[in-house]
């Protein structure tokens, strides 16, 4: 199974700050990953598809990169909604496994 | 509107049987391949099961393989999780999940709001 690995697994910020998440894969993924936004009690969103696919709806301050096994999600200039916990997900092979997390909270 | 209810949670003994059903609207279970996810209390998320758009293709995650059972009913455009064999450690919220892969899309873009299992004496 391939494992994905999130850094960091918390991280404090403030508004208007700029983050930067990373996800390392096990082993090679293409660009099969995918990152989700998780508020609490409520599903996963989408973000971004494909590394780097900006999904519909999504803000721009919202981008990510990457190929083989190091992924990133970028957030630019933090909202209060942007506090939250982020999962990357490889869609590689079964299963598809996730990231255990990032939970971005306020400084 | 796109969406998918899910149902079926509650609360079961250690060794008990439950089922999860999610009914799709607004698109057919024939045309989208299908998956559940769970997330156990205070822990992050565990794809379980996927099923194809044309349920021909079926996989499992190995915490759950020979206990779960995917299926689902094209009539009633409804996916199902029969588990059995229930174990403390599968409290959890399960979501079900539509699946781009039939187009070359390679993400989960539709979830339901999830149902609350939780196995306990």
């Known amino acids: 199974d391939i494992q994905l690995t999130q850094s960091p697994s918390f991280l404090s910020a403030s508004v208007r700050d700029r983050v930067t998440i990373t996800c390392r894969a096990s082993?090679?993924?293409?660009?099969?990953v995918a990152w989700y936004q998780q508020k609490p009690g409520k599903a996963p969103k989408l973000l971004i598809s494909a590394a780097s696919n900006l999904h519909s709806g999504v803000p721009s301050r919202f981008s990510g990169s990457g190929s083989g096994t190091q992924f990133t999600l970028t957030i630019t200039s933090l909202q209060p909604e942007d506090f939250a916990t982020y999962y990357c997900q490889q869609l590689n092979s079964y299963p598809y496994t996730f990231g255990q997390g990032t939970k971005l909270d306020i400084k | 509107e796109v969406q998918l209810v899910e149902s079926g949670g509650g609360l079961v003994q250690p060794w008990g049987s439950l089922r999860l059903s999610c009914e799709a609207s607004?698109?057919?279970?024939?045309?989208?391949?299908m998956n559940w996810v769970r997330q156990a209390p205070g822990k992050g998320l565990e794809w379980l099961s996927y099923i194809s758009s044309t349920g021909s293709t079926i996989y499992y995650a190995d915490s759950v393989k020979g206990r779960f059972t995917i299926s689902r009913d094209v009539a009633k455009n409804s996916l199902y999780l029969q588990m059995s064999s229930l174990r403390a450690e599968d409290t959890a919220v399960y979501y079900c999940a539509r699946d781009r892969t039939d187009y070359a899309e390679y993400y989960f873009d539709v979830w339901g709001q999830g149902a609350l299992v939780t196995v306990s004496s």
């Open positions: 082993q090679g993924i293409s660009i099969y």
């Open positions: 607004g698109f057919s279970l024939t045309t989208y391949s």
